[in-house]
């Protein structure tokens, strides 16, 4: 982000916001894509290390790491990669041909531009159409998570949180944290608990927003579908009005 605001990508004045999410276990089956697991660098797995033995449970830590370690190797080696499928997605989509620029493709579109991983995108909206008592067991764990009231926070992510909190303020920039309607742990809570209530927006309260846990709003079970996409984007916009920030938006 510093690097993007002394570039001039990101102008004084600009709303930035951040979807506070930490690292979840890589699943089984991105390994051997492409778009799985690019993104991969030896940068990105000392960040996984660092945050994985200070915020993550000591008997928990290697499970939390094994599919990243395999997905950084497959990557530096380019092993087993569905190729081309991440460039693909760039130069079709990020740059035109006729299609969407906005920043937003959805599970939908992104199934009729690869043919190759329609039948993945198929299998996970079955799976959730066979066992639709997962969303309701995501919206009772959010539930049971925002009912934990203790404070004790992982000092380095707080830590972090502030300082660039206090940094995007040095720079006249106001930074926003969203919590998505996605399952997060006691201790991610506690975290987004910590930050400053004028600058944090709840979207995953399933008593506020319950319509984000039900299937004819997700694709899958971690993701919102087209319409789940649309609504989610005019409550959160509604949301943003309503916080005092510094902006300009005649």
Known sequence: MEGAIRSGDIPVGSLILLEFDSPKPMESIHLGTARGNYWLNTSTMYQLFTYCSTCIEENEQDEFLENYLLGWIQN???WGQFKGMAGDLIGQYSLGEGRNTSGFLSLEEEANIFPDSRA????RRTE?????LVLLEQANRAREVRSIQNKEYCDRLSQQNGCLLDWCREHQIELVFILPPNTLNAMEWNVFQGLPKDRVID??????????????????RGHLNEVGAALYTRKLAERILELD????LQ
């Open 203 to 220: 979207m995953g309260d399933p008593d506020n927003y319950p319509e984000f846990y039900q299937t004819n709003y997700r694709f899958d």
């Open 245 to 248: 920030l510094d902006l300009d």
């Open 120 to 123: 993945h995108f198929s299998e």
């Open 128 to 132: 959730l159409l066979a066992d639709t």
């Open 76 to 78: 530096i080696f380019h």
